[in-house]
């Protein structure tokens, strides 16, 4: 199965968006996303989609804006960084054990993918997915990306509702685990503190490595 194809265009107003942004910002990455990480990994976090000058510009997820100055930081406090900061595409940093990738990979118009998107996009997430080894845990960064794992394993959202730090068993040995999205607006309203964020990848390092 196809886990990422750089040039996609099956969403009309997504690559017309990405062909705007290109010619505005011509050293901006301005494509689909490719996660990022191990690909041997056990933990694969999952994200909303590219932010316009973060992972849009840099074409890495996470890297580049707000979110990924918490995110990345958590990662290298339990061991699934090398660096606590992610400054480029280029800059030797690697992830063990851990893959970070979104559920939709273009940059939306206004940071808000369309439910179609996320449908269209959500091919790549199943088989990411389908590639981690039984135990693995997937982290999923909102109630978006929360929606699109469970489409992806084909499973009811009702039977698994979202909650901060709520942890749900999934068949085939897998485990999901939500948190707040780590971005600017939930960190400035202290929604989603340092301290919660820590404590879901405390937890999932427990999973792990019990």
């Not at 959202?157 to 942890?167: C, N, T, W």
């Not at 999934?170 to 404590?199: K, V, W």
Request: hydrophobic fraction near 40%; include cysteine; charge should be positive.
């Amino acid at each position: 199965m196809v886990t990422f194809d750089l040039h996609c265009r099956r969403c009309v107003r997504l690559a017309t968006f990405l062909d705007q942004v290109k010619a505005a910002h011509p050293s901006y990455h301005a494509r689909p996303v490719p996660p990022f990480g191990d690909p041997m990994a056990r933990l694969l976090v999952v994200g909303l989609a590219p932010g316009m000058h973060g992972a849009n510009a840099s074409g890495r997820p996470f890297t580049g804006d707000h979110a990924g100055i918490l995110l990345y930081r958590t990662l290298y406090d339990f061991g699934f960084s090398d660096h606590p900061e992610s400054r480029s595409a280029g800059d030797g940093l690697r992830l063990t054990d851990c893959r970070i990738t979104n559920a939709v990979k273009c940059l939306p118009p206004g940071n808000k993918p369309l439910g179609s998107e996320v449908v269209a996009c959500n091919p790549y997430l199943r088989a990411e997915l389908a590639g981690l080894a039984p135990g693995g845990l997937v982290l999923a960064l909102g109630t978006v990306a929360h929606q699109a794992v469970l489409k992806a394993r084909g499973l009811r959202l009702a039977d698994y509702p979202f909650g901060h730090a709520r942890e749900h068993p999934l068949p085939g040995d897998l485990r999901l685990i939500d948190s707040y999205h780590c971005s600017r607006y939930n960190t400035q309203t202290r929604r989603l503190t340092e301290a919660m964020f820590q404590a879901v990848l405390e937890r999932a390092r427990q999973l792990l490595d019990p």
